[in-house]
């Protein structure tokens, strides 16, 4: 898969329906919340609501493919957030957090995920973005896997509290293998 094969576009209402159908994917519904509840975190997103964070759908040769967004670390750097994430205050403000996933779960385990994060990572690295840093938990082999693969490696000084997350961060020095 070639960079040009993979772009981006931010998430618009019109996509609503498609998003909602995702979220009700069985490989979604294990790493994400309830679908409802993370719909409305994207309506909060894309209506104004919410200014952190950034939501988009990724394409592969033209077509929607999966989600991804990107979240600025700052503002949840305060005590009701980092109660539960510790790892928050352990990180740059000036840090900004991506999560993603695939539309299809037959696509996983095929490098899509690892080559779509990396080129995003590459594109946030371009805006000025200097730690890019994401947090699977450690559960999950094939996104920690994929992370790795796409240039992340775990921040060893950094705890995530109750082993909840593994926090990683972007090495664009670090090719994808």
Request: overall charge negative; aromatic content about 10%; some cysteine.
């Amino acid at each position: 898969m070639t960079p040009g094969e993979i772009g981006f576009r931010p998430v618009e209402r019109d996509d609503y329906a498609l998003l909602a159908d995702w979220l009700q994917r069985a490989h979604w519904r294990e790493w994400w919340g309830e679908p409802e509840t993370e719909l409305g975190y994207i309506r909060d997103m894309v209506e104004g609501r919410d200014l952190t964070c950034r939501p988009f759908l990724f394409t592969l040769a033209g077509s929607p493919a999966g989600y991804i967004q990107f979240w600025h670390v700052a503002p949840h750097q305060r005590p009701e957030w980092a109660d539960g994430n510790p790892w928050l205050m352990q990180v740059p403000a000036t840090a900004v957090g991506v999560d993603l996933s695939l539309a299809d779960g037959e696509r996983l385990g095929r490098g899509i995920g690892s080559a779509v994060l990396r080129r995003f990572c590459e594109l946030l690295s371009a805006q000025g973005y200097r730690s890019i840093v994401i947090d699977p938990d450690p559960g999950n082999g094939r996104a920690v896997a994929a992370y790795r693969k796409a240039g992340f490696r775990p921040m060893p000084d950094v705890t995530s509290g109750a082993d909840t997350a593994l926090i990683m961060q972007f090495h664009s020095d670090k090719p994808a293998s």
